[in-house]
């Protein structure tokens, strides 16, 4: 059984300015499936289009943001929603928060900073139907709030007289009201100190535990995958590089780029500096021929120079695109 599956999804940001057309080629040719109850990890460095990603597939992409291939399936029970076909009104009435829920990157976005964190939750009530009463509503939020260890008073404050992490987790918490078979967290814990981020990350954990939903955790920190993902995406420059469980990824990693991730990661009592990448990722409205990641990679090949390498299958559950990486070679 899967809950999502996307089928070689391209997602194309077409400007025109000054006369010049140009096409950011964020998302190109994406396929994976999320499963019921797993936390999914979508790791790569800035700019790689994890955010493009999200938008795609919780139904939020707007122009400049065009899909021009692909497919973006859900199956919620006993009920199919086809996300690239689904209407405005029927998404907002019967998916959104309901079903999918996005906490979007920077928690303020949730929250409307001119009105108490009380009178958001109201406004989501407002925009579903299928919540009558509001005084019930009102009663499931404070159960919400408590049962995810957040003070009550925090529904009467308003965005800016929180800290930070404090906003993060009403942010989720607003999130996870209905118990959505999909949460979605955008760099939940980036710009949160060490010890704030422990918090969120096991408030997440908890939300997971008690409803047994899935969530999909973005993060250009590794260290953050390794503690909470089941299953991590390694995404470079609008592609997949790497997809594994969290285990093989750091363990076994098979594309230099994830070995890159994770060798640059720190470790306690280690003095010498790290080996760093040289370059950084490319621009996508032009991107690099063949392999993206061949400008980069130690170990580069005249064929990643032109071929571009196929995401296969080199164990169950394990998916790498390297051409050092041959799927009969395993
Ligand atoms: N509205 C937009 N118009 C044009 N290009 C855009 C727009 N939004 C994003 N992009 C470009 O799309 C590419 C992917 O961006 P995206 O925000 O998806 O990356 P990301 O992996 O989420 O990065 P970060 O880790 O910084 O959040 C980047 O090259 C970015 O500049
Ligand atoms: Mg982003």
């Avoid at 955010?51 to 006993?78: D, H, M, Q, R, W």
């Avoid at 303020?108 to 109201?122: A, D, E, G």
């Avoid at 908890?206 to 969530?215: C, F, K, L, P, R």
């Avoid at 953050?224 to 420059?237: E, F, G, P, S």
Wanted: net charge positive.
């Amino acid at each position: 059984m899967t809950l999502l599956s996307v089928q070689n999804l391209r997602a194309y940001y077409q400007t025109q300015a000054y006369g010049i057309s140009r096409t950011v080629r964020a998302v190109d040719g994406i396929s994976f499936d999320l499963l019921p109850n797993e936390v999914y990890g979508v790791a790569g460095e800035s700019s790689c289009g994890k955010t493009t990603l999200i938008k795609v597939i919780s139904g939020n992409a707007k122009p400049p943001l065009k899909v021009l291939e692909g497919s973006v399936n859900y199956t919620f029970g006993e009920r199919t929603v086809d996300m690239l076909r689904i209407s405005q009104s029927e998404l907002r009435r019967n998916v959104r928060w309901k079903q999918i829920s996005y906490v979007m990157q920077g928690s303020m976005s949730v929250l409307n900073p001119v009105r108490k964190v009380i009178k958001t939750f109201q406004d989501i009530v407002d925009t579903h139907e299928h919540i009558k009463n509001k005084n019930e509503f009102l009663e499931r939020t404070r159960t919400h709030i408590n049962r995810l260890g957040l003070p009550a008073e925090v529904l009467n404050a308003y965005p800016h007289q929180l800290s930070g992490g404090m906003r993060q987790r009403v942010a989720i918490a607003l999130a996870t009201v209905f118990q959505p078979a999909l949460i979605i967290a955008d760099e939940p814990t980036t710009a949160l100190d060490v010890v704030v981020q422990r918090g969120v990350l096991q408030m997440i954990r908890d939300i997971q535990a008690m409803s047994s939903n899935t969530v999909l955790l973005v993060t250009h920190d590794m260290a953050v995958h390794a503690n909470v993902a089941d299953r991590v995406m390694i995404m470079y420059a609008g592609r997949i590089a790497e997809e594994a469980p969290t285990e093989s990824i750091f363990n076994a990693p098979l594309h230099p780029y994830t070995q890159h991730l994770i060798n640059s990661l720190p470790v306690i009592g280690e003095k010498s500096t790290k080996a760093s990448l040289k370059g950084s990722p490319p621009n996508l409205a032009d991107p690099p021929s063949g392999c993206r990641f061949h400008p980069r990679c130690p170990f580069v090949m005249d064929e990643c120079r032109t071929v571009v390498p196929d995401l296969v299958s080199v164990k169950e559950r394990h998916r790498v695109a390297c051409h050092l990486v041959k799927e009969d070679s395993l």
